[in-house]
């Protein structure tokens, strides 16, 4: 499991959802393929993949987590 795994899976479902669907429209494709991109073993790290505003509400959920 990579980190961006690890982290998604210790927030709550709506954040989750915020960040996975942040990224998502930004790459104009669907939630899907985000995870499977964000979660694949050679996946950059999460905020990478990130613009903002939601790259910042991520960092400072990742902090929170220990993940930063």
């Known amino acids: 499991m990579n980190i961006n795994?690890?982290?998604l899976n210790s927030i709550?479902?709506?954040a989750k959802a915020m960040i996975i669907?942040?990224?998502a429209a930004?790459?104009?494709t669907t939630a899907d393929a985000i995870i499977e991109e964000v979660c694949a073993e050679d996946a950059e790290g999460l905020l990478d993949y990130?613009?903002?505003p939601a790259r910042s509400a991520a960092s400072v959920l990742m902090q929170k987590?220990?993940?930063r």
């Open 12 to 14: 709550s479902p709506e």
């Open 5 to 7: 795994t690890a982290f």
């Open 65 to 67: 987590h220990g993940f």
């Open 50 to 52: 990130m613009v903002e």
């Open 21 to 23: 669907n942040s990224i």
């Open 26 to 28: 930004h790459y104009d």
